[in-house]
C-alpha cells in the first residue's frame, strides 16, 4: 500500500466527512404525511468507519460536528461501534447537520430527502482545521463525493489529500454523486470535481447508474476509460454484482485484470446504506490480504447484512462465517439467498437459504 513504509499506521483505515443525526419514518409515505419520526446517524464515511471497527478493524473517523445535543449524539453513537472518534472537532460556532427522509428507496421517483446541513459544522473543514496527523497515519484513508461538494473549503482539503505525497496512506474514494448537493455550491460543476478527484485516488468505487448520470459513458469499460489511473476501480453494477479493474505491475506496461463477482439474492428490508456498507466489506479484504474475487465478495455480504434490516448500519457477520460464504464456489454462491437475520445463523449453527 502507498505510503506504508514511510509512516507508522495508528489505524487501520481513516474516514473523513459529515456525519449528521437522521430522523427515520416510523411509516413509508410522503415526509408531509408521516406523524413521526425515530433518531438515528447517518453519513457515508461514518458509516464505513462504523462498519469497519465493527469487522475487527481499528478505524477512526475525523468530522466536524457543532457544540450542541446532536453533536454529541454523533460522536457517542459512533464511538459506540467501537470507532475512534478522538480527532472529531467540536465547532461552537456552526451547528451539527440533520437530515429527514422517507422509507422509499433513494433510486425511486417516491424517495424525498430534507437536508438542513447548509452552514454545518463540517461544512467549515478545511486544509487549516484538520488534523493531518491522524488524516496520514493510517494504511487507509477513505474519502467520498460528498465532502467535496460541501463547501469550497471541503473541496479543497479533498483536493490536497489527494494530491501525491511522501508517506501518503492508500487512498480510496467513493465518488457518491448526489446532484441535489451541487446545485447551489461553492465547489463547482460536480461531475468535473468529482472525475477529477477520482483520478487522483489508489482505489476508487462507482456505481454505474451514478457514472452515466454524472459522466455520461455506459459499461464497464467505458467507466474504466474515463478513469484509468486508479490501481483498484469498483464498478457498482446493482443486481448484475460488481466489476472490479485491477492493475498488475506499473508503468506504461500494465495491464488489467478484470473481476466480475455476481450480486446475492437479498431479501430487502431497506435499501439504504448498501453501498458504504460494500465499500466497508471492500476495505476490510483488502486489508487482510485477500484476493480480488473475494474483496468483491466480502462486499456483497456486508451490503446483504445492512439491506435485511431497517437503518443505515448493523453488525456485519462473523469473520470466520463470512469467509466460509466467501470462499464457496461459484455455483453454491449463487444459489444463496439472504433474509432477515441471516447474520445470526452463525452463531445458532443455521444455514442460509438457497434457492
Known amino acids: 500500500m502507498p505510503g506504508s513504509a514511510a509512516r507508522t499506521a495508528t489505524a487501520d483505515a481513516v474516514c473523513l466527512g459529515e456525519s449528521m443525526v437522521t430522523f427515520l419514518p416510523s411509516q413509508p409515505g410522503r415526509l408531509a404525511d408521516v406523524p413521526s419520526f425515530g433518531r438515528g ?3 457515508a464515511e461514518s458509516n464505513v468507519a462504523c462498519a469497519l471497527a465493527a469487522a475487527g478493524h481499528r478505524a477512526k473517523w475525523v468530522g466536524r460536528v ?6 454529541d449524539h454523533l460522536v457517542d453513537t459512533i464511538a459506540g461501534y467501537g470507532v475512534d472518534t478522538s480527532a472529531v472537532r467540536r465547532d461552537p460556532a456552526r451547528p451539527t447537520g440533520i437530515y429527514f427522509r422517507t422509507a422509499a428507496d433513494r433510486a425511486t421517483g417516491t424517495h424525498e430527502v430534507a437536508y438542513y446541513r447548509a ?12 488534523p493531518y496527523e491522524d488524516l496520514l497515519s493510517t494504511r487507509v484513508l477513505h474519502l467520498s463525493g460528498i465532502t467535496a461538494a460541501l463547501s469550497a473549503d471541503c473541496l479543497a482539503l479533498l483536493h490536497d489529500l489527494t494530491a501525491p505525497r511522501d508517506g501518503r496512506p ?10 441535489g448537493l451541487w446545485r447551489d455550491g461553492e465547489a463547482g460543476p460536480g461531475p468535473e470535481v468529482l472525475l477529477a478527484l477520482a483520478r487522483r485516488c489508489d482505489l476508487v468505487f462507482v456505481g454505474e447508474d451514478e457514472a452515466e448520470e454524472a459522466w455520461g459513458v455506459r459499461g464497464t469499460e467505458a467507466i474504466r476509460a474515463v478513469l484509468p489511473e486508479p490501481d483498484v476501480l469498483v464498478v457498482k453494477r446493482g443486481a448484475d454484482g460488481a466489476t472490479v479493474f485491477s492493475r498488475t505491475g506499473s508503468g506504461p506496461g500494465a495491464e488489467d485484470t478484470v473481476t466480475t463477482v455476481p450480486s446475492l439474492h437479498v431479501d430487502v428490508v431497506a435499501a439504504v446504506g448498501a ?3 460494500f465499500a466497508a466489506g471492500f476495505l476490510s479484504a483488502t486489508l487482510r490480504g485477500l484476493p480480488v474475487r473475494d474483496r ?8 446483504a447484512a445492512v439491506l435485511t434490516v431497517p437503518g443505515d448500519l448493523t453488525g456485519p457477520p462473523p469473520r470466520a462465517y463470512a469467509d466460509r460464504l466467501a470462499a464457496l464456489d461459484d455455483e453454491a454462491w449463487g444459489t444463496l439467498r439472504l433474509g432477515p ?6 452463531g445458532a449453527n443455521e444455514e442460509v437459504r438457497v434457492t
Open 41 to 43: 446517524i447517518g453519513g
Open 66 to 71: 457543532g457544540a450542541d445535543g446532536f453533536g
Open 119 to 130: 452552514g454545518s459544522a463540517a461544512s467549515a473543514m478545511s486544509p487549516d482545521n484538520v
Open 170 to 179: 492508500l487512498v480510496s474514494f467513493d465518488v457518491n454523486h448526489r446532484p
Open 275 to 277: 453501498g458504504d456498507a
Open 296 to 303: 468483491a465478495r466480502h462486499g456483497h455480504l456486508m451490503a
Open 341 to 346: 437475520g441471516w447474520t445470526a445463523a452463525a
